[in-house]
């Protein structure tokens, strides 16, 4: 194992991807001679040319339809967006046609390409930067979405979705990119769909995915304080969902709460619940509780960002809530 950050792991994803596979090649703003906006594709330039590492303009429409076609004839294209609250200027490519070809051409074409970028909030950037789609992606039959929350997961996926023949969502954090964890040396892949079980525990199942679910962590950590047992799923992937494992999980600990950092309405945490009470209801002891952004638009104030988004003392409210009420 060696230790690197979260955009190390990304760089090395995709830079051995592009050693294996020439028709891998990486497209978006400032990913070439900026080296990356957060600096997750640094030397690629140097390594690959400017042929295989393209700077565009800012049209993120533009580029997501040059890589879709490009995909469509034989190329594995990762599409960086500087934020995915970018994406939305470029959606009705990948909507309409990234995740409908394959069936709307009867199969004589699918679209193995990658969007990448960061997603929900990082701190002050306002009410247009600090938006999670994962949910608004995932709704979308032909599309997969990866959110992973660790250097080790990051870098597993992220080849796994290069790999795939279907167009993948590979949603990462601004404020992840510096963070560090264990990777394994040398070759590996993380299935895609494969939910992990981060934390052993026996009371209470908690839910989470991407950066939201350190404050699970922490909260599961002064929880045992008080003989408090916490297992902790990161879902990693959130289409396709894998909810056999939480359903195992509630049938062993009889609870569930699931922290999302999005808006609550008809979010990935409202589709868990709906799964869970639907295939698990009689393991259940005490209802779900979702935990979620306000729903509003993220204040641009800190003292208000802070009451706005999830943090670990809500998650220790939501545990003693189905343990003890």
Not at 178 to 193: A, N, R
Not at 200 to 214: C, H, L, P, Q
Request: proline share 5%; glycine share 8%; with cysteine.
């Amino acid at each position: 194992m060696k230790t690197i950050q979260f955009r190390e792991a990304i760089c090395e994803a995709m830079s051995e991807e592009m050693r294996r596979d020439e028709s891998v090649y990486l497209m978006g703003e400032e990913v070439a001679q900026y080296n990356g906006a957060y600096k997750a594709s640094k030397g690629m330039l140097d390594e690959f040319g400017e042929e295989r590492v393209i700077d565009t303009p800012i049209s993120e429409l533009g580029f997501a339809g040059i890589g879709i076609g490009s995909a469509m004839n034989g190329n594995r294209p990762i599409i960086e967006y500087m934020t995915f609250n970018f994406s939305l200027v470029g959606i009705d490519q990948i909507i309409n046609n990234a995740a409908k070809i394959r069936q709307m051409s009867g199969g004589q074409f699918n679209c193995p390409i990658v969007f990448r970028g960061p997603t929900a909030s990082a701190g002050q950037l306002g009410a247009t930067h600090s938006q999670a789609f994962e949910s608004w992606f995932a709704n979308t039959p032909g599309l997969k979405v990866i959110v992973p929350s660790n250097p080790a997961d990051a870098k597993g996926l992220l080849k796994s979705a290069i790999r795939d023949d279907d167009p993948c969502i590979f949603m990462e954090s601004e404020q992840m990119y510096g963070d560090k964890g264990e990777v394994p040396e040398g070759e590996y892949l993380i299935p895609i769909g494969v939910a992990d079980i981060k934390r052993e525990g026996s009371d209470v199942t908690i839910v989470s995915f991407g950066k939201i679910i350190k404050e699970a962590y922490k909260a599961a950590k002064e929880l045992e304080k008080d003989d408090i047992s916490c297992e902790i799923i990161d879902l990693r992937t959130v289409r396709p969902l894998d909810i056999n494992t939480v359903i195992e999980s509630v049938k062993k600990t009889n609870r569930l709460i699931i922290l999302e950092e999005a808006w609550p309405f008809g979010n990935v945490a409202t589709e868990i619940t709906f799964q869970v009470q639907d295939k698990a209801f009689d393991y259940l002891d005490a209802p779900i509780v979702k935990i979620n952004t306000a729903d509003t638009p993220a204040p641009y104030s800190p003292v208000l960002f802070k009451e706005w988004i999830p943090n670990s003392d809500d998650v220790i409210t939501a545990v003693k809530k189905v343990l003890y009420k």
